[in-house]
């Protein structure tokens, strides 16, 4: 398995301002996805992270409200862009670390982000 | 539309009993069906994966069972612990991509 590390843990933030989350993982996986937990519901992916490539996002989510960066296979970060109250969420970072070998994934802690 | 069902309720249990988690899902056609734990203000905790071609598989007190045909997959906790208590949620993949589709999950307490 692989240990998965998120910063900040937790940030409380003004509306309009940005907020970037670091993910990083202490071995070199293959995939890695970006999900958000909205206060009392489940998880909803909101992209994969391809390193060396622009990342591929879900329905409902775009590049520029939600940018990320994967610039090697141990680290990714999801900005939140112009945030408004509506982006309080937990994100969580998620690791699948040996397509071929398990299909199953290893989470962060997650973040916990709140707008105010 | 794609939809992952949970029960919404908690299941409420006492200790040593069996609890029993429903997931049931309609237009998917899944490749293989996984469980996971979440607790309070952490990430949820990989358990149990059962492919479609699988009907059931068991880990420790663990067990899944996974039927196409009625498009449910059911979550055993045997001889339950109050340390069992925690959300639990499934999740399908349609494709060897990764990309999980989770349900809202179902809170376990498991009394003493």
């Known amino acids: 398995s692989a240990v998965i590390s998120q910063k900040p843990s937790r940030d409380i933030c003004q509306r309009g301002t940005s907020l970037t989350i670091q993910c990083q993982v202490d071995s070199q996986v293959t995939m890695m996805f970006w999900y958000r937990q909205q206060p009392g519901q489940s998880l909803t992916l909101i992209a994969t992270?391809?390193?060396?490539?622009?990342?591929?996002?879900e329905s409902g989510f775009v590049i520029d409200k939600f940018p990320i960066s994967r610039p090697n296979l141990t680290f990714s970060t999801l900005t939140v862009s112009n945030m408004s109250p509506e982006d309080s969420s937990i994100y969580l970072c998620?690791?699948?670390?040996?397509?071929?070998?398990?299909?199953?994934?290893?989470f962060g802690p997650g973040t916990r982000l709140l707008v105010l | 539309s794609q939809k992952i069902e949970q029960n919404s309720e908690a299941l409420n249990i006492q200790e040593g009993k069996t609890a029993t988690l429903t997931c049931n899902y309609t237009?998917?056609?899944?490749?293989?069906l996984q469980w996971y734990r979440q607790d309070p203000g952490r990430g949820p905790v990989f358990l149990l994966l059962i492919r479609e071609n699988e009907k059931e598989k068991r880990k420790e007190r663990l067990k899944v069972t996974f039927d196409t045909t009625l498009k449910q997959s059911l979550f055993h906790i045997t001889a339950s612990q109050p340390a069992d208590s925690a959300t639990y949620l499934c999740?399908?993949?349609?494709?060897?991509?990764?990309?999980?589709?989770f349900g809202a999950g179902t809170q376990v307490v498991v009394t003493p």
């Open positions: 999740a399908l993949t349609t494709d060897s991509w990764g990309k999980l589709q």
């Open positions: 237009n998917y056609s899944p490749a293989y």
């Open positions: 992270a391809n390193q060396g490539s622009e990342a591929t996002y």
């Open positions: 998620s690791v699948e670390w040996d397509r071929g070998r398990s299909e199953t994934q290893y």
